[in-house]
């Protein structure tokens, strides 16, 4: 596949893990830190230097607080370019729910005030909204 940088964090607890693959040619990764939920790396292409998180987020609801912690600690202390993606395991607006799953929206709110708080933007979704039909 001409990727030769491998990271994971393995799903401990959780159905999935994460795997973040690059080309050593294009990007350099200078920092790497992980947690249960999610990774996130500093790395450089050129003189360009960014961050980049990606997340797989408890399908443990009383999880998801620390999740939000700390994506509040990480933001706090960040200057340069930071993307952020992945799947959160949570709903971000009402018309995201599908199915007999319960409902809660406080678990919504906490969500929205977690991108508020880290002045993150929600790029929004494009195709179709589930990837089962």
Not at 104 to 123: G, N, P
Request: net charge negative; proline share 3%; hydrophobic share 45%.
């Amino acid at each position: 596949m001409g990727f030769d940088g491998v990271l994971v964090v393995d799903a401990v607890g959780f159905p999935r893990g994460i795997w973040l693959l690059w080309d050593s040619s294009i990007v350099h990764i200078v920092e790497a830190g992980r947690s249960s939920q999610f990774l996130l790396v500093r790395g450089k292409i050129g003189a360009t230097e960014w961050y980049f998180t990606t997340v797989y987020g408890s399908p443990t609801l009383v999880q998801h607080g620390a999740l939000w912690d700390s994506l509040r600690d990480i933001a706090t202390n960040m200057s340069n370019p930071w993307l952020l993606c992945g799947d959160f395991n949570s709903l971000l607006h009402a018309s995201e729910k599908f199915g007999a799953v319960d409902f809660d929206a406080s678990c919504v709110r906490e969500f929205q005030d977690c991108l508020l708080d880290t002045r993150l933007i929600d790029l929004q979704f494009t195709g179709p909204l589930f990837t089962w039909f």
